[in-house]
């Protein structure tokens, strides 16, 4: 019986796993038609649209699709984790903080000073 379940929650985790990774990389695509919503407006004479707003637009899916995989990663080294696992996902963990600091600190500092980034 414990057989059972452990190998039906094994699965479970890899279901979600494998959806919150398609999530994170639907959340792209969104941003992708975003921003190009954006530079389309820029280029078809709105002067109020820079690239700067292209850029906070697509960092903004992309800090939550970065969450997104790093849960996907989280859950499938939470199944049955080995210490090579863990090094990896410790590192891929550091390397995707890092990224979101960063475009967190950039979509900041865009909205303090909008059109300050690229003109």
């Keep these: 019986m ?3 379940t452990e190998h039906f929650v094994r699965l479970s985790v890899e279901w979600l796993r494998l959806g919150v990774e398609a999530l994170g ?4 695509l969104f941003g992708l038609l975003a921003t190009l919503r954006v530079l ?3 280029f078809t004479g709105d002067q109020e649209v820079g690239f700067g707003k292209a850029r906070i637009t697509f960092a903004r899916y992309l800090t939550l699709a970065l969450e997104l995989q790093l849960a996907a990663d989280i859950l499938s080294t939470s199944v049955s984790p080995s ?3 863990i090094g990896k996902l410790a590192a891929i963990a ?3 903080t890092a990224l979101n600091f ?4 950039e979509m900041k500092e865009e909205e303090r ?5 690229i003109p």
Excluded: M, S
Aim: no cysteine.
């Design 102 to 105: 960063f475009l967190t600190q």
């Design 40 to 42: 389309f407006r820029k």
């Design 113 to 117: 000073n909008p059109g300050k980034t």
């Design 94 to 96: 550091v390397i995707r």
């Design 25 to 28: 990389a639907v959340v792209i």
């Design 2 to 4: 414990f057989e059972h």
């Design 83 to 85: 210490w090579d696992q």
